[in-house]
């Protein structure tokens, strides 16, 4: 069962990652919630994949940027709203139960108050700096061999 489990996540971690990579490429797909969706699955699987992934750049530039809290651009924070409004105003037309639809407009206001009041808004070029850092912070750090 243990293994039925670490291939599951797995599994669910390399589509996640598959589409955060897409969410890189793509302008309408937000590619930061998929890796951390991806690092949280990676870190259940295997320890020999969680240390891959914690090597990429992605990981750096979306996972770890996001976990010390430095900050998302303007045009990420909206993007990622729009989209997650989009899905929330889906719900909210296709479920008939009035407690479901009350609860989806609450937790969407509770998004919006957490990506506009606790998640810091930086600059384009404070988010290069940002980046510039952490890949140069992930070329330093020395690696575990599993």
């Known amino acids: 069962m243990k293994n039925i489990k670490k291939f599951i996540f797995v599994v669910l971690g390399f589509l996640s990652f598959g589409i955060g990579v897409a ?15 991806a690092a949280y699955c990676f870190a259940r699987s295997s320890e020999r994949v969680d240390n891959w992934f914690k090597r990429t750049s992605f990981y750096m530039i979306y996972v770890v ?6 900050g998302m651009t303007r045009k990420e924070k909206i993007r990622i709203n729009l989209i997650a409004d989009a899905f929330i105003l889906f719900s909210v037309l296709y479920v008939d139960i009035l407690f479901v639809r009350l609860l989806m407009i609450a937790l969407c206001v ?4 957490y990506f506009i009041r606790k998640i810091p808004t930086v600059t384009p070029e404070q988010y290069e700096t940002i980046k510039s850092e952490l890949i140069q912070r992930q070329k330093t750090t020395p690696t575990s061999s599993t």
């Open 110 to 113: 509770i998004k919006h108050y």
């Open 23 to 37: 969410g890189v490429v793509l302008p309408v797909l937000p590619g930061g919630p998929f890796f951390l969706f």
């Open 65 to 70: 940027r996001l976990k010390e809290n430095k």
